[in-house]
């Protein structure tokens, strides 16, 4: 599957984004889908997750409350809707899928994804 995310920019504090992460070449509906985010020097850190359907997710702790992550799979894009952003919240953002055992419903770590979007920046001014 090719991942291509888009959405990002340059926004003050307090304001929204809505990322978008758009999938072709595979079957969607089948990938847990995930979002991570990079600054320069740093490891590639966990945001959110969904599963299969969207109805279960999971939030790092920096960003629940704040944002929130949902797909649509009949248009094979998954989104990340961020509210109340804040200068900590710039950084490099990626789109993942995962296939991990039928089990499993959610990913919370880098490894566990397969495939990765290009990355959309988003920059959060004070």
């Known amino acids: 599957v090719q991942l291509q995310a888009f959405g990002g920019g340059l926004v003050q504090a307090g304001a929204s984004l809505r990322l978008a992460c758009r999938a072709s070449?595979?079957?969607?509906?089948?990938?847990?889908m995930g979002w991570f985010r990079q600054t320069p020097g740093k490891e590639r850190e966990f945001v959110a997750t969904v599963d299969w359907t969207g109805g279960t997710t999971s939030y790092s702790d920096s960003v629940k409350g704040r944002f929130t992550i949902s797909r649509d799979n009949a248009h094979a894009t998954l989104y990340l809707q961020m509210n109340s952003l804040k200068p900590e919240d710039t950084a490099q953002y990626y789109c993942?899928?995962?296939?991990?055992?039928?089990?499993?419903?959610?990913?919370?770590?880098?490894?566990?994804?397969?495939?990765w979007g290009q990355g959309t920046q988003v920059t959060v001014s004070s």
């Open positions: 070449g595979g079957t969607f509906s089948r990938y847990v």
């Open positions: 993942a899928a995962a296939l991990p055992p039928w089990t499993t419903v959610v990913v919370t770590s880098a490894s566990g994804y397969n495939w």
